[in-house]
């Protein structure tokens, strides 16, 4: 009998050697690592698995002790849950609920509020569909019993040039440490005599608080004019920008308006590591840190959490499944490229294929971005920061060289054409102009959104006012040496 082996030119050689598969280490259903009771509903990582009791436990507490472990979100605190409908927003949304209720032994004490931003114009969706888009969120937000705020995207167009400025970060008083205003929220609860009763403010579960029943769509106008918006984008990863941008400042401007103090949001550790990629792709290294932490406060007054950054989406997935919380998908961007659509979608593929032969891909890389400064964001004035994503500038010293090819030199457009004729600034307006007051990733992405006519108002207004400033400084440096030239002689 021949026992060559195919590498040695025996009766194996030419045919091609199977892959190896692991044998099944348990032919009966694993026990539950932390309880060693219940039978493994799901592994979550090699080793780990868990019943769906502990599961749930391990869960709750996982979103708890991120909240704790930071300590952010003071007790009495009007906080703003950013809902995509995904299945990593839907899951904070249950984990705030369960939070806040009756039954929880340690309560959140803050006091929750919802938005939701309807993006359909823009991904594809015909009327009919939107409108059944938001027949469904609506009544997901309304169960909730938390005040909850519809916004369209379209409203963005609307937007006030003030939201590309910072916010007071807060009077001038020193804040109190997070000890102290837990122990003195307590106190004022038993003053009151109502220690087992909600967050106050919050209202009772049963009585919701938003807009009307039935949801109703912008002016067909405004939503022609943010169609001819994206249409003017050249390229499919500058309107995925674009979207994120529009979406932060209508969030930003809901919660300035309602009188939220913090804004949470839904990423996940998939999500954050995807980004971390996207992010240094195009350029924004320096921010990383700002764009993909626990704590966003570059906005001022509104501080950005991402309590969800911890989980994996195997983890949120099989918890949605598992406990069945409702979600809502929306559809991607429409693009006409098949391969390689984006820097986003490109990034995601890339990260996720590597995951499925390396299960450890995302979270090296998630650990990886722990590691970095949020100090490189920090701009000490106006004319240091972005004008778009209200970083710092980063345009000195030797990356100028590398900025140079990013100079737009072209003719000044005339203003009044397009869709925006009611924007305050007059006369001509050169696209050359904006390049100095936008950081290195955002002149990258502001050469492909197209004419300067189509721009959101509130962008190209606040850009003027940068402009004109810039000006006058300028010249009132120039007059300042010839005032005090007959003072010397």
């Known amino acids: 009998m021949c026992e060559a082996a195919g590498d040695d030119g025996g009766c194996g050689a030419g045919t091609a050697p199977e892959r190896r598969r692991r044998a099944p280490t348990h032919s009966h259903p694993r026990p539950c690592v932390k309880c060693g009771q219940g039978s493994a509903a799901l592994i979550i990582r090699l080793g780990d698995a868990f019943c769906r009791v502990c599961f749930r436990e391990y869960f709750v507490h996982k979103f708890r002790a991120m909240l704790g472990k930071n300590r952010v979100i003071f007790p009495g605190e009007k906080v703003l849950l950013a809902l995509s409908g995904g299945p990593a927003s839907s899951a904070m949304l249950r984990q705030v609920q369960e939070g806040l209720s009756r039954e929880t032994a340690k309560r959140l004490r803050f006091i929750p509020g919802l938005v939701y931003v309807d993006e359909g114009a823009v991904r594809g969706q015909s009327a009919a569909q939107r409108e059944q888009s938001l027949a469904r969120m609506e009544t997901l937000l309304q169960a909730t019993g938390f005040p909850y705020h519809l916004a369209h995207l379209e409203k ?84 995925e920008e674009l979207l994120q941008m529009l979406r932060t400042h209508l969030i930003l401007q809901t919660a300035r308006t309602r009188g939220y103090t913090k804004v949470m949001t839904g990423e996940s550790c998939t999500r954050v590591a995807i980004k971390l990629l996207t992010n240094l792709a195009l350029g924004r290294g320096a921010f990383l840190a700002v764009d993909t932490g626990f704590v966003d406060n570059r906005h001022g007054d509104v501080m950005v959490v991402r309590p969800m950054r911890d ?169 300042l040496p010839e005032d005090e030239e007959p003072g010397k002689s």
């Not at 049963?206 to 405004?222: F, K, W």
């Open 156 to 239: 963005a167009l609307e937007l006030p040039a003030s939201i590309l400025r910072p916010g007071p970060g807060g009077s001038g008083k020193p804040s109190p440490s997070y000890k102290d205003a837990v122990e003195g929220f307590i106190q004022q609860q038993r003053q009151e005599g109502d220690g087992d009763t909600l967050v106050p403010g919050l209202g009772t579960r049963d009585t919701p608080v938003g807009p009307p029943a039935a949801p109703r769509l912008p002016p067909a106008t405004r939503t022609q004019e943010l169609l001819r918006l994206f249409e003017a984008v050249e390229t499919p990863t500058a309107r």
């Open 311 to 479: 989980y994996m989406a195997k983890e949120i997935a099989f918890y949605n499944h598992f406990f069945d919380v409702p979600t809502v998908i929306a559809p991607p961007l429409p693009t006409k490229r098949r391969e390689k659509p984006s820097v986003h979608r490109l990034m995601e593929r890339f990260l996720l294929g590597l995951q499925e032969d390396f299960p450890s891909t995302i979270s090296t890389v998630y650990r990886t971005g722990e590691k970095l400064s949020p100090a490189p964001a920090k701009a000490s004035s106006e004319s240091q920061r972005c004008l778009l994503c209200l970083c710092a500038l980063d345009i000195a010293g030797e990356e100028e060289l590398a900025l140079e090819p990013t100079l737009i030199m072209e003719e000044p457009e005339p203003v009044g054409n397009g869709c925006c004729q009611d924007t305050p600034a007059a006369g001509v307006e050169s696209r050359a102009a904006f390049i100095p007051l936008l950081c290195y990733s955002c002149r990258l992405t502001f050469k492909e959104l197209g004419p300067l006519a189509t721009l959101p108002p509130y962008v190209r207004a606040e850009a003027q006012r940068r402009i004109r400033r810039a000006e006058l400084e300028l010249q009132s440096q120039e007059v």
